[in-house]
């Protein structure tokens, strides 16, 4: 019996401390290889500080992540500095763009291909230890990425002279650059208006299909995740609340806080979205350094039971890949 694949990347029990604040609370989620996982959840819910540990801005207080690459070895993350995490074949996009904006575009680019070739040195591009030929390989090679994303004419602008949307492109870009295996985006279609939000989303899809990428996709929105993701996991406080795949969220997310979200989304039939009953959601996200006993939801759920207090929901499985975490599902309840 063939075994299927392991998951592309996959977070075990992961935990991030800050002082007294639990951001992430033994946190488990897999990402299957050429998928989009979009990642959801309110301000505070753990979203960036996830996206900080797999990359390696952040040690993880606790549990493990490994990148299972589809060619070579499985590796462990936890410890490895963002280069080295580079350097396994992840790359990122930054939820606050972070360019060189006083270099060009193209320069761009070519110093995202030189910290994966360890040739770039403290940022004088023109300074590495390169050869000629090697030098003339990244420009060639950087232009055919700016063509993919569509600043093949602006290779000669500076980066600060870009408008916004064009600059969240040349981020894409330059993670691109390091011909990586799987991109961490943490919320790039962020400060951009609808058509603008489209277009980033339209060349991610492209660009995955092109180059057979994997995705973790983490926003606020939801009609964004559904637009573009295979599978979907929300979180609340520091856990995963929800995972489905796409055809479920269609169908309808289970979880009282998904589902207030799925309310949200707009529908568009004008005589659907007249008649359709949104959940509104009472009272605000509790802080971290409080959070609520049992359920972590409870305070704000209107399906709230007295074992919702004493009792942490596990995240059972409602059926092939979908869990939800709540005892009005519970099933040793």
Excluded: W
């Amino acid at each position: 019996m063939n075994r299927p694949p392991p998951p592309l990347l996959a977070s075990s029990d992961l935990s991030k401390l800050f002082g007294g604040v639990v951001a992430l609370d033994t946190l488990n989620l897999e990402v299957r290889a050429n998928d989009i996982l979009g990642l959801i959840g309110p301000n505070g819910s753990g979203k960036t500080t996830f996206f900080n540990c797999v990359t390696g801005i952040y040690n993880p207080t606790g549990g493990d992540v490994f990148l299972h690459p589809p060619e070579g070895k499985p590796a462990r993350l936890n410890g490895l500095k963002p280069n080295k995490v580079t350097e396994k074949g992840m790359a990122r996009t930054f939820q606050n763009i972070r360019l060189f904006q006083n270099m060009t575009v193209l320069e761009n680019v070519m110093i995202g291909r030189h910290c994966r070739t360890r040739a770039y040195i403290a940022g004088a591009i023109f300074k590495t230890k390169a050869t000629r030929r090697e030098e003339r390989e990244t420009v060639e090679k950087s232009y055919r990425i700016l063509e993919r994303v569509g600043l093949a004419d602006a290779v000669n602008e500076f980066a600060m002279n870009l408008p916004y949307g064009a600059q969240r492109r040349l981020e894409i870009a330059r993670a691109l650059a390091t011909e990586p295996d799987f991109i961490v985006c943490d919320e790039p279609i962020a400060a951009l208006d609808v058509s603008i939000q489209a277009q980033v989303m339209n060349l991610l899809e492209d660009l995955q299909d092109e180059l057979h990428l994997t995705y973790l996709f983490i926003v606020h929105d939801l009609s964004a995740v559904q637009h573009l993701s295979d599978r979907v996991a929300v979180m609340y406080l520091g856990r995963i609340v929800e995972v489905a795949e796409r055809q479920q969220v269609v169908e309808g997310l289970r979880h009282p806080y998904a589902e207030a979200l799925l309310s949200a989304v707009p529908v568009p039939d004008p005589e659907v979205e007249r008649h359709r009953n949104r959940i509104l959601l009472e009272g605000d996200v509790p802080s971290p350094l409080n959070p609520p006993s049992g359920c972590r939801f409870r305070t704000r759920c209107r399906y709230v039971m007295d074992r919702c207090a004493i009792e942490e929901p596990p995240l059972d499985n409602l059926g092939p890949g979908h869990q939800v975490a709540c005892h009005l599902y519970d099933q040793a309840g």
